[in-house]
């Protein structure tokens, strides 16, 4: 069974740090596009960052640019977010999706990732 699994969530002040984890079951994460995307309240859910299995490729959206960093570690199964520099705009629900691809390409396009996991809540303080 296919299962996506976050944490690392949490409240933190502005300025600071949070690690979220993305833990894979079912299949061999370094197989497939991981895609990490985000949803404020009452907004849609967006693309943040996502990281290629074809060459390791990573890709950011701008306003996480310098400040986030998608990582893989092939032997726990596992894809993780740093989150530094935490600004209160970045409080949402954070997820991560797989996708069946080679390269990250569009990463933001929601309906391409077949398996999401169930979320994790990040809210950051001003």
């Known amino acids: 069974q296919v299962q996506l699994v976050e944490s690392g969530g949490g409240l933190v002040q502005t300025g600071g740090s949070l690690r979220l984890s993305c833990a894979a079951s079912g299949f061999t994460l370094d197989r497939y596009v991981i895609g990490w995307f985000r949803q404020a309240p009452g907004k849609g859910r967006a693309g943040v960052s996502c990281i290629s299995n074809k060459d390791g490729s990573t890709s950011y959206v701008d306003s996480v640019k310098g400040r986030f960093t998608i990582s893989r570690d092939n032997a726990k199964n596992t894809v993780y977010l740093q989150m530094n520099s935490l600004k209160p705009e970045d409080t949402a629900v954070y997820y991560c999706?797989?996708?069946?691809?080679?390269?990250?390409?569009?990463?933001?396009?929601?309906?391409?990732?077949?398996?999401w996991g169930q979320g994790t809540q990040v809210t950051v303080s001003s």
């Open positions: 999706a797989m996708r069946a691809t080679d390269l990250c390409g569009a990463y933001y396009i929601l309906n391409e990732y077949r398996y």
